[in-house]
């Protein structure tokens, strides 16, 4: 089965090996991968969520090449529905292809919230 960190990596093109990225870059990049696959967010509402600048975004834009195609079949009209939207960790507010009705990217903040832990 997908996870949510497969697809991550799927879609940024690194290992999953060492675990959750902690690059602020990196996380906001992923984030815009998955916002921009789903039809139902327009550029602006992503750069709203990600309280990102368009500055910020054109130069992720730049960056990564994957961003530059979805914003060309965006632009297409191409995009495809998605099966799954993307969703916010409740946990770590890290975006997310949710498996079936997780609220969470991981177990390991599944477990966090189960004890109760301060939002990070
Ligand atoms: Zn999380």
Redesign the pocket.
């Known amino acids: 089965m997908v996870t949510g960190s497969t697809i991550r990596a799927m879609l940024t093109g690194k290992s999953t090996g060492k675990g ?1 990225g902690s690059d602020a870059n990196d996380l906001a990049e992923t984030a815009v991968l998955l916002l921009l696959r789903s039809p139902r967010f327009a550029v602006g509402e992503i750069l709203e969520l990600l309280d990102m600048d368009e500055r910020e975004f054109r130069e992720i834009a730049k960056r990564n090449r994957r961003i530059h195609e979805l914003l060309e079949e965006r632009r297409l009209g191409q995009l495809k529905p998605l099966d799954k939207e993307p969703r916010q ?6 975006w ?1 292809v949710p498996y079936g009705a997780d609220r ?3 177990d ?3 477990k ?1 919230d189960q004890l109760g832990l301060d939002k990070r």
């Open positions: 959750k960790c409740l946990q770590c507010r890290e997310f969470f990217c991981s390991e903040c599944k966090a």
